[in-house]
């Protein structure tokens, strides 16, 4: 009689007992946070926003796409609906007025937040289906602008291509 191994959890090690309650002004603090005159939530704002402008087009999955990455960011939860909205109002107005929005926002996110937030950007992209040109040069751009490992961007980008086509 043949039997079978024991099933293996690999989530194992990256499980916890408990949540811990996220705090977007440690994490400032804690890293490489520049004073731009952006919060970190309106950092990320921008840089979703954008993200989904890099066509020229903002379309509904792109905005769907938003939608669940901010609901789902430990750092976005942790802004009250109120602060939520009024940060979308300034970036709205910023990503209009100035032209360096989208490098400010860049500079203002602590570095631990740099590729993640990049892979919610490449997310928002390829949530219509298709890379376009445009959208290529805003993410190779935003690259640069995080200060990402172009091997980690490169990764991200092949993972999510994958996903994208199932």
């Not at 989530?11 to 949540?19: E, G, I, R, S």
């Not at 109120?82 to 709205?92: E, G, S």
């Amino acid at each position: 009689m043949i039997t079978q191994p024991p099933a293996v959890n690999v989530f194992q090690n990256l499980a916890v007992d408990k949540p811990t309650p996220f705090d977007v002004d440690k994490l400032a603090n804690k890293f490489r946070y520049r004073n731009t005159g952006w919060s970190i939530p309106e950092a990320y704002l921008c840089l979703l926003f954008a993200s989904a402008m890099a066509d020229g087009t903002f379309s509904g999955p792109e905005g769907d796409t938003i939608k669940q990455a901010v609901t789902r960011s430990r750092a976005m939860t942790a802004v009250s609906p109120h602060d939520l909205a009024a940060a979308n109002d300034v970036v709205n107005q910023r990503l209009q007025q100035n032209p360096k929005a989208v490098e400010e926002a860049a500079q203002t996110l602590p570095a631990e937040m740099c590729l993640p937030v990049f892979a919610h950007c490449v997310d928002i992209v390829l949530s219509d289906g298709q890379l376009m040109k445009a959208e290529a040069d805003f993410l190779q751009n935003l690259v640069a602008l995080l200060d990402i490992e172009p091997d980690n961007a490169r990764r991200v980008m092949e993972v999510l291509l994958m996903k994208a086509q199932y």
